[in-house]
Structure formats: structure tokens, C-alpha cells
């Protein structure tokens, strides 16, 4: 059955730690992202990956940073430099060849700083 | 820099009317246009996208969008809506080339659809 994993679903982060998020994808895409979603707000994107050990930074990449190691794996590290980190992420992958596919979405991981 | 806005925070319709959400957008060069479904803490599900062609792309769940190049536009359209409808809908756009360094799937900033019986 093939898609996009995150976990934790819900995460729990302590002032001053880093945090790991998991994304996986068995989809065999290209491009993978990173969003970040706050209570009645649009998505805005932290990180992206078009090719395996290559990322670029979106539009709120500061206090974050991620890996492409895999193809199927974007770990997105939130650190203790992030100062709002409490919020809804959103990984997603896509096709690139031959044309832009629509990205699949992940469910989510909901972070709280407690 | 690609932009994508959806002007309605907020959209109301009875059901069995008809429901438009609307998107403008703003890329060099062509476009890749999607619309997006999102449900209480969940992730996106895609509905449908334009690439090139026919100006009315059709989607699923009986949605269709209509892509006018002249007006930047792509707003999204179902004929009847279902109380099931009521979501937060997203529009999001790519530009051409879609390798070029610097290029990324932008979204809105969302509209929820409220629809009642």
C-alpha cells in the first residue's frame, strides 16, 4: 500500500530541545517538502528536496533543518533555535518526470511545546 | 517570486447550491495549478490540477476548475454542493521549469467551505 508516513502523530517538545520528524515514502518520487500549517493559516513551506543529498530552504526555513540521506526519507529537525515551534507539519512528496505531478500528503504531525 | 491568493477566508453556501472557491495566482512563465482538500487534522488530498490543454480540468468528488490564463485565475466549481463539502480547501501553483533551482509548489491561504443542509 503505497503513500506517505509521518510519526509521531502528535509530539510533545520540552523548551530548549530538538525535535525529530519523521516522514517516509514508498512512492519511488523525486521531490519531497516540508510545510509548516498554524491554526487557520495557509501552508507555508520550511524545506524541499527534489533529489536525494540536495534540499533547498522555503520560505520559513530558520530554527529547522533537514536531511536527504534516502530517497524515501525527509527528517526535518525542529531546534531549539525555533521559537514558535507549536504547530500542524505536513510532509509531502511528488513526481517530477515526466511532468509535475500533484503532491501526496502525509497526516500530519501536531507538535506542542510544553 | 509565485504567489497564489484565495481572497475568501471564508465561503457559505446552501446545500444543493451551486459552490465556487476562488484562486489567483501570479508565476513566471506557465503554470501548474492544483486544488487541494483538507479535513480536521488530516492531511491534503489532491482534487485536480491543470497542466496544459482544455480550460476546464475535471476532478474528483464531482469537482471542476477552470483555468483563464487572461485573468490569472483558476477557481474551483461544483455544480451541486453535498453538506460532506465542508472542508478547507487550498489552491497551489508550480512554474516551468519545474527543475530550475529555486522552484517549489506554493499554496494559498486556504478558504473554508461551510455547507448547510
Known amino acids: 500500500d503505497g503513500g506517505i508516513t509521518q510519526s509521531p502523530k502528535y509530539l510533545f517538545r520540552k523548551e530548549g530541545q530538538n525535535v525529530t520528524l519523521s516522514c517516509e515514502q514508498n512512492l519511488n518520487h523525486d521531490a519531497m517538502y516540508w510545510y509548516r500549517q498554524d491554526p487557520g493559516q495557509g501552508l507555508r513551506l520550511i524545506y524541499y528536496s527534489q533529489i536525494v543529498n540536495d534540499f533547498q530552504k522555503g520560505d520559513i526555513a530558520e530554527g529547522y533543518s533537514v536531511s536527504r540521506e534516502k530517497k524515501e526519507s525527509f527528517p526535518l529537525t525542529v531546534t531549539s533555535a525555533q521559537k514558535n515551534p507549536t504547530a500542524f507539519y505536513l510532509c509531502?512528496?511528488?513526481?517530477?518526470?515526466?511532468?509535475?505531478?500533484?503532491?501526496?500528503f502525509g497526516q500530519g504531525t501536531r507538535l506542542t511545546v510544553v | 517570486a509565485q504567489s497564489v491568493a484565495q481572497p475568501e477566508d471564508q465561503v457559505n453556501v446552501a446545500e444543493g447550491n451551486p459552490l465556487t472557491v476562488k484562486c489567483t495566482y501570479s508565476v513566471s512563465g506557465n503554470p501548474y495549478l492544483f486544488w487541494y482538500v483538507q479535513y480536521p487534522n488530516r492531511g491534503l488530498q489532491f482534487l485536480l490540477k491543470?497542466?496544459?490543454?482544455?480550460?476546464l480540468v475535471k476532478g474528483s468528488y464531482g469537482f471542476e476548475a477552470e483555468f483563464n490564463k487572461s485573468q490569472t485565475s483558476f477557481h474551483l466549481k461544483k455544480p451541486s454542493a453535498l453538506v460532506s463539502d465542508s472542508a478547507l480547501y487550498f489552491c497551489?501553483?508550480?512554474?516551468?521549469?519545474?527543475?530550475?533551482?529555486?522552484?517549489?509548489?506554493?499554496f494559498g491561504g486556504g478558504t473554508r467551505v461551510l455547507v448547510k443542509p
Open positions: 491543470y497542466i496544459t490543454g482544455d480550460n
Open positions: 509531502a512528496s511528488s513526481i517530477d518526470v515526466p511532468g509535475p505531478g500533484e503532491a501526496f
Open positions: 497551489a501553483v508550480r512554474a516551468l521549469p519545474f527543475k530550475a533551482a529555486g522552484n517549489k509548489l506554493t
